[in-house]
């Protein structure tokens, strides 16, 4: 199954220009090497509407999943996880718990993060760390669920 995907980077300061964005293009190669096709890819400030915004304009794109990266740390700016529970319909919260449990293996700062996963219309979106090798890691971890997740999502047939 060929997922239609959407990759938003939160950043401040990438979005200021102070530094390259590099979590993006991982995401866009872990997407790829997945076999997925990235639709759109968005550079957002640590701001709740534009991060709003940037989900729904990529789901009106087709998006059937959305990767955010960045956001989802205890720092005060990082709003993500409040701005996508406020779209959301559902929260998946497996995700977050294998993210964290399995990158608790790699560090123990691990457990300050809140990264999640929620269903925005009928997408799923899952917030990583700004942390390119951590969201990448984490994309990892939960790469097994995803495509199960869209085809009920968008109510593909199933072969079961």
Same mark, same amino acid.
């Given at each position: 199954?060929?997922?239609?995907?959407?990759?938003?980077?939160?950043?401040?300061?990438?979005?200021?220009?102070?530094?390259?964005?590099?979590?993006?293009?991982?995401?866009?190669?872990?997407?790829?090497?997945?076999?997925?096709?990235?639709?759109?890819?968005?550079?957002?400030?640590?701001?709740?509407?534009?991060?709003?915004?940037?989900?729904?304009?990529?789901?009106?794109?087709?998006?059937? $999943?959305?990767?955010?990266?960045? &956001?989802?740390?205890?720092? =005060?700016?990082? +709003?993500?996880?409040?701005?996508? #529970?406020? *779209?959301?319909?559902?929260?998946?919260?497996?995700?977050?718990?294998?993210?964290?449990?399995?990158?608790?293996?790699?560090?123990?700062?691990?457990?300050?993060?809140?990264?999640?996963?929620?269903?925005?219309?009928?997408?799923?979106?899952?917030? $990583?760390?700004?942390?390119?090798? &951590?969201?990448?890691?984490? =994309?990892?971890? +939960?790469?097994?669920?995803?495509? #199960?997740? *869209?085809?009920?999502?968008?109510?593909?047939?199933?072969?079961?």
């Amino acid at each position: 199954m060929q997922i239609q995907v959407g990759i938003i980077t939160i950043s401040d300061r990438a979005s200021r220009g102070q530094y390259d964005d590099l979590g993006g293009p991982a995401l866009r190669k872990a997407a790829q090497t997945n076999g997925w096709k990235v639709l759109v890819e968005n550079l957002v400030p640590d701001d709740k509407r534009d991060i709003q915004r940037a989900i729904r304009e990529q789901i009106a794109k087709g998006c059937e $999943l959305v990767l955010t990266t960045g &956001g989802t740390g205890v720092a =005060l700016r990082d +709003v993500t996880p409040e701005a996508v #529970h406020e *779209i959301a319909i559902r929260e998946l919260p497996g995700f977050g718990e294998v993210m964290r449990s399995e990158s608790m293996k790699i560090t123990k700062n691990a457990i300050l993060s809140r990264n999640l996963a929620v269903v925005v219309e009928k997408s799923l979106v899952i917030c $990583l760390p700004g942390k390119p090798s &951590g969201a990448v890691e984490c =994309l990892g971890f +939960v790469v097994g669920a995803i495509p #199960h997740c *869209i085809e009920v999502l968008q109510e593909v047939p199933t072969s079961c």
